[in-house]
């Protein structure tokens, strides 16, 4: 069985669980407390993050080069399209979401408000947690742009991209930091990925310390 090292609010661990209960990979999770530089860990991954995948008898680092991995070996179902341009546009998104959304808006809020406290550094800055209240509000008007040309964030096809920004919208909606009322499409784009079996065991973790709103795992939310 594949064993993912993680933490449960770390959208880039969640890209990756997605990826493989969508394509029924069975997993075991171990909660990895990836500041505390424990040696063990260390070894499996100098860089000191988390997601670290063992699959195949292969030990892996980062996320997007994980999720790619799965993909070339388990196309089936196709999260990464074979059109060039689709792909294209499937990469630019992860992109988009792992890269920009990640330092404007996940890093402001979820670092600040939860991070910071589970790894002891401190309290919110206050400055941050509001730069990215007001930066998510671009990023949802975006994905409603996208979402009114689009069946699905990069096209007519679910994908990596859609499993992308449910990861790191799902931590964020942990903590209640996303307006769903600002956006009907989005809203009713999220209530789709989050019905999929693939969801299922996001939506029951726990956090010490932080337990999720009533709406988190409501599936009418």
Same mark, same amino acid.
């Given at each position: 069985?594949?064993?993912?090292? #993680?933490?449960?609010?770390?959208?880039?661990?969640?890209?990756?669980?997605?990826?493989?209960?969508?394509?029924?990979?069975?997993?075991?999770?171990?909660?990895?407390?990836?500041?505390?530089?424990?040696?063990?860990?260390?070894?499996?991954?100098?860089?000191?993050?988390?997601?670290?995948?063992?699959?195949?008898?292969?030990? %892996?680092?980062?996320?997007?080069?994980?999720?790619?991995?799965?993909?070339?070996?388990?196309?089936?179902?196709?999260?990464?399209?074979?059109?060039?341009?689709?792909?294209?546009?499937?990469?630019?998104?992860?992109?988009?979401?792992?890269?920009?959304?990640?330092?404007?808006?996940?890093?402001?809020?979820?670092?600040?408000?939860?991070?910071?406290?589970? %790894?002891?550094?401190?309290?919110?800055?206050?400055?941050?947690?509001?730069?990215?209240?007001?930066?998510?509000?671009? #990023?949802?008007?975006?994905?409603?742009?996208?979402?009114?040309?689009?069946?699905?964030?990069?096209?007519?096809?679910?994908?990596?991209?859609?499993?992308?920004?449910?990861?790191?919208?799902?931590?964020?909606?942990?903590?209640?930091?996303?307006?769903?009322?600002?956006?009907?499409?989005?809203?009713?784009?999220?209530?789709?990925?989050?019905?999929?079996?693939?969801?299922?065991?996001?939506?029951?973790?726990?956090?010490?310390?932080?337990?999720?709103?009533? #709406?988190?795992?409501?599936?009418?939310?």
């Amino acid at each position: 069985m594949a064993r993912l090292f #993680h933490v449960p609010l770390s959208p880039f661990c969640r890209k990756v669980r997605l990826s493989l209960a969508e394509k029924k990979i069975e997993v075991e999770l171990v909660e990895e407390r990836y500041w505390e530089e424990d040696a063990d860990f260390l070894r499996r991954n100098p860089a000191g993050k988390v997601p670290v995948l063992k699959l195949d008898g292969i030990m %892996m680092a980062e996320s997007g080069a994980i999720c790619e991995y799965i993909e070339e070996t388990r196309p089936d179902p196709v999260l990464i399209p074979q059109d060039p341009v689709a792909r294209l546009e499937v990469r630019r998104l992860v992109s988009w979401f792992d890269d920009k959304f990640h330092h404007e808006v996940t890093s402001k809020l979820l670092y600040e408000r939860v991070n910071k406290k589970v %790894m002891g550094k401190g309290y919110p800055d206050s400055g941050n947690v509001k730069a990215g209240a007001k930066a998510i509000k671009y #990023h949802l008007d975006y994905m409603t742009w996208l979402l009114d040309h689009r069946r699905w964030l990069a096209g007519d096809a679910m994908t990596l991209a859609d499993f992308a920004a449910a990861a790191h919208l799902s931590c964020l909606d942990y903590i209640s930091d996303v307006d769903w009322n600002r956006s009907d499409v989005v809203k009713d784009w999220y209530a789709k990925i989050k019905s999929r079996p693939a969801f299922r065991s996001i939506l029951a973790d726990q956090v010490s310390g932080f337990p999720p709103p009533r #709406h988190y795992n409501d599936l009418d939310f």
